[in-house]
């Protein structure tokens, strides 16, 4: 019976239904434009910054090789979930296959997992850069951010890898329906017939996992980041290493603080109403925020920016 059930759920007869976050609002089209608007926002912003560093050469440093590594990752991050949540929309259509849901799943726990691992590598790169600035260019060679960065995109697809391929291995004989706006893991555990105890206990160990190794880097580069600059003489040596260092933790605090609502919070604690509440945050206005985060707030992006602008002017 269990292997006709698995069979019916991945043959691709049956499909999952989105609910999705239109139908919890009362002027649907509204927040559909709003949410649209975001998006544009988010993927110029994020290109843009990319474009910037890589044409720059004085932005071709390792705090920006991970900043323009962490825009690419928002801008594919952005771009699993909305398009089809507003092509749906538009469509009038709610239907998302099983092949479909596991990619979409695959895909942004790999950019969630990978993101975290790289926010950690971000917050060493500015520990090396404050506390050992003569060791700096050792430390952080090309080929050690190409080994940090090689080493955060394998770890966050063996996330990706490994989450999606047990939580779609369940069968789900209950509703169709999943009550949110995309294929986020407990979503659809919660249509499963079977006991997903043991499964959402591993995952709660292996997301605390994923969290704290990065968080205890952070926390350590940071904590001795600020002794650093606390010791500092120069006032303007001041300002610029805690500009660079709170840019960061902003964007830390925001990402991490929903994805630990999300995953490390027991399902009592749970309504799909605040959980697509807390999903909006941390897929779609994270990666909008992202790049105004790094950019308003840093003088070399500027700098590069209007280069550009005066450059065309110019011409």
Same mark, same amino acid.
């Given at each position: 019976?269990?292997?006709?059930?698995?069979?019916?759920?991945?043959?691709?007869?049956?499909?999952?239904?989105?609910? @999705?976050?239109?139908?919890?609002?009362?002027?649907?089209?509204?927040?559909?434009?709003?949410?649209?608007?975001?998006?544009?926002? %988010?993927?110029?912003?994020?290109?843009?910054?990319?474009?910037?560093?890589?044409?720059?050469?004085?932005?071709?440093?390792?705090?920006?090789?991970?900043?323009?590594?962490?825009?690419?990752?928002?801008?594919?991050?952005?771009?699993?979930?909305?398009?089809?949540?507003?092509?749906?929309?538009?469509?009038?259509?709610?239907?998302?296959?099983?092949?479909?849901?596991?990619?979409?799943?695959?895909?942004?726990?790999?950019?969630?997992?990978?993101?975290?691992?790289?926010? @950690?590598?971000?917050?060493?790169?500015?520990?090396?850069?404050?506390?050992?600035?003569?060791?700096?260019?050792?430390?952080?060679?090309?080929?050690?951010?190409?080994?940090?960065?090689? @080493?955060?995109?394998?770890?966050?697809?063996?996330? @990706?890898?490994?989450?999606?391929?047990?939580?779609?291995?369940?069968?789900?004989?209950?509703?169709?329906?999943?009550?949110?706006?995309?294929?986020?893991?407990?979503?659809?555990?919660?249509?499963?017939?079977?006991?997903?105890?043991?499964?959402?206990?591993?995952?709660?160990?292996?997301?605390?996992?994923?969290?704290?190794?990065?968080?205890?880097?952070?926390?350590?580069?940071?904590?001795?980041?600020?002794?650093?600059?606390?010791?500092?003489?120069?006032?303007?040596?001041?300002?610029?290493?805690?500009?660079?260092?709170?840019?960061?933790?902003?964007?830390?605090?925001?990402?991490?603080? %929903?994805?630990?609502?999300?995953?490390?919070?027991?399902?009592?604690?749970?309504?799909?109403?605040?959980?697509?509440?807390?999903?909006?945050?941390?897929?779609?206005?994270?990666?909008?925020?992202?790049?105004?985060?790094?950019?308003?707030?840093?003088?070399?992006?500027?700098?590069?920016?209007?280069?550009?602008?005066?450059?065309?002017?110019?011409?």
């Amino acid at each position: 019976m269990e292997n006709i059930t698995w069979i019916t759920n991945h043959s691709g007869m049956s499909d999952f239904i989105l609910v @999705g976050i239109f139908s919890q609002s009362i002027h649907p089209i509204l927040l559909c434009l709003v949410i649209f608007i975001v998006f544009l926002l %988010a993927l110029i912003g994020n290109i843009v910054l990319i474009f910037l560093i890589h044409s720059d050469t004085h932005l071709h440093t390792p705090m920006y090789f991970f900043i323009s590594q962490l825009s690419l990752m928002d801008v594919m991050y952005i771009s699993v979930t909305v398009p089809k949540m507003l092509i749906d929309q538009i469509m009038d259509m709610n239907k998302i296959s099983v092949p479909e849901c596991a990619m979409q799943m695959f895909l942004y726990v790999t950019l969630a997992g990978s993101e975290f691992f790289f926010l @950690g590598a971000m917050a060493y790169d500015r520990y090396v850069a404050i506390c050992h600035p003569l060791r700096y260019s050792v430390l952080m060679s090309r080929r050690v951010c190409l080994l940090l960065a090689s @080493g955060c995109w394998f770890l966050g697809s063996v996330d @990706g890898f490994m989450l999606t391929s047990i939580t779609m291995t369940f069968p789900f004989c209950r509703s169709k329906e999943i009550h949110h706006f995309f294929c986020e893991v407990p979503a659809v555990m919660k249509l499963s017939c079977s006991d997903t105890s043991l499964y959402e206990t591993l995952m709660y160990l292996c997301c605390v996992l994923m969290l704290l190794i990065p968080v205890t880097i952070i926390s350590s580069s940071y904590f001795f980041v600020l002794l650093t600059i606390h010791r500092m003489n120069s006032v303007e040596g001041q300002k610029k290493a805690f500009a660079t260092c709170s840019s960061h933790m902003t964007v830390v605090i925001l990402f991490y603080g %929903a994805a630990a609502y999300t995953y490390m919070l027991p399902s009592s604690y749970h309504t799909p109403e605040n959980d697509m509440v807390v999903s909006v945050f941390y897929t779609i206005l994270t990666p909008a925020l992202n790049p105004l985060i790094y950019s308003l707030r840093n003088r070399d992006v500027m700098g590069a920016l209007k280069k550009i602008l005066n450059m065309r002017s110019v011409n």
